[in-house]
């Protein structure tokens, strides 16, 4: 018995430290260099890995679902949020190219905007999007996304608990329909067009994200050729693959 | 003047910038996301706002300054300030933009213009307000002071 429960704890803590907590990467792509350092401040101090980019096809070359990419193998990215009003690729063009891909359909892909259009909010959450935040994003909407997401510390520990007690051949990724389902994020001061939350189907509900198991071949980073003016940088940060 | 001086000085200003609805809520998630580890993250967001506001300022006045005025081109240029002002919570200035943008739907040039003015003159208030209070807290250090936050 003490056997299998260091091994179910041993497979835990793999899953978890690979996947949750302090490894989340988001990838977060917005044109405006203001709303960049402001997303991936929200991010950092909820302790995600933050990667930066500022349009849609720099986020698809990062992915390596663009000819030009960087892609490299065994890149592990949790969560896309990407702003929907950019020139050149939207958001919602971003988000249609990320559902139709077979490594990152499953990645959860959050919309922000300053706009609060219905229809616009149901146009992406039709197409898979995981949530739509009103622009400007505040810390509570990140916490939150974060939480219902990847879980909290408690959540891991009960979840330890529970495959602890369940045999090792059981153990699955977590299952987070159990959590309650997600509101969408819809900001007070602007929620006039709103009256009730758009419905969410079960298949938002969080399957572990579906990325490549994590290789350990150390990549090069970013080519210097990607890299255009100072204003508008690729912003590779902590770039680390575990 | 000395440390507690300074910083109910601080706070004070920092209380009438949003009584006088020149900035909101969003200037204060900024705060508190300045910490010992991001200690100038405030200021670095606000001076890409001032570099960034200047430019589009730049590019108004150009764009409405045209024979014959490109309102779609007009119209992104305030899309941005508004996101970017919003970002940083300068209200007034973001509620500068919303006025502007319906008169660029209306393709009103008239009134472009002067809304161009107003937020001309609502960005160069704020502007200044915050450089003030950017002063204050570089005192509060020099004196040797953490900066407060107001409690909200």
Not at chain 1, 112 to 133: Q, Y
Not at chain 1, 173 to 195: G, H, K, M, R, V
Not at chain 2, 32 to 51: A, C, M, R, Y
Request: hydrophobic letters at 35%; aromatic letters at 6%.
């Amino acid at each position: 018995m003490a056997r299998s429960d260091v091994f179910s704890r041993k497979r835990w803590s793999e899953k978890t430290s690979n996947n949750f907590g302090h490894d989340v990467h988001v990838l977060a792509v917005d044109d405006s260099l203001i709303d960049r350092k402001v997303i991936e401040r929200l991010l950092k101090i909820t302790s995600c890995k933050v990667t930066a980019v500022d349009s849609g096809i720099r986020a698809l070359q990062y992915l390596g679902l663009e000819k030009n990419s960087v892609g490299f193998d065994g890149l592990k990215i949790d969560m896309i949020i990407t702003d929907y009003c950019m020139p050149g690729m939207t958001g919602y063009e971003l988000l249609k190219k990320i559902k139709g891909s077979s490594t990152f359909r499953e990645v959860p892909v959050v919309i922000m905007s300053s706009e609060n259009v219905l229809a616009r909010i149901d146009r992406c959450l039709e197409e898979g999007a995981e949530d739509f935040i009103v622009k400007p994003v505040k810390l509570s909407d990140v916490k939150r996304l974060k939480d219902y997401m990847f879980g909290d510390e408690k959540q891991e520990t009960n979840k330890r608990k529970l495959s602890e007690m369940s045999s090792e051949s059981d153990i699955t990724e977590p299952d987070y329909s159990a959590s309650p389902s997600p509101p969408t994020s819809i900001s007070e001061s602007s929620a006039e067009s709103l009256s009730s939350s758009p419905s969410l189907d079960s298949s938002t509900t969080l399957s572990s994200p579906a990325s490549p198991h994590l290789s350990t071949t150390s990549s090069p980073p970013c080519s210097p050729s990607l890299l255009t003016s100072p204003t508008r940088r690729l912003k590779m940060t902590n770039l680390e693959l575990d | 003047m000395e440390v507690g001086q300074l910083q109910r000085r601080f706070l004070e200003y920092t209380a009438s910038l949003f009584n006088q609805g020149l900035l909101d809520a969003q200037f204060q998630q900024l705060q508190q996301l300045q910490d010992e580890s991001n200690p100038d993250f405030v200021v670095e967001v606000v001076s890409l706002f001032f570099e960034d506001s200047e430019k589009l300022l730049n590019d108004l006045t150009i764009a409405i300054g045209q024979q014959t005025v490109d309102f779609k081109k007009v119209d992104a240029y305030v899309h941005q300030f508004k996101g970017s002002s919003s970002s940083i919570g300068a209200q007034r200035v973001r509620n500068a933009c919303i006025a502007f943008r319906s008169f660029c739907e209306e393709q009103n040039t008239e009134a472009c213009m002067r809304c161009l003015l107003q937020l001309k003159q609502e960005y160069s208030l704020v502007k200044d307000k915050l450089q003030d209070l950017f002063r204050l807290e570089q005192q509060i250090v020099e004196a040797g002071g953490a900066i407060p936050m107001l409690e909200y």
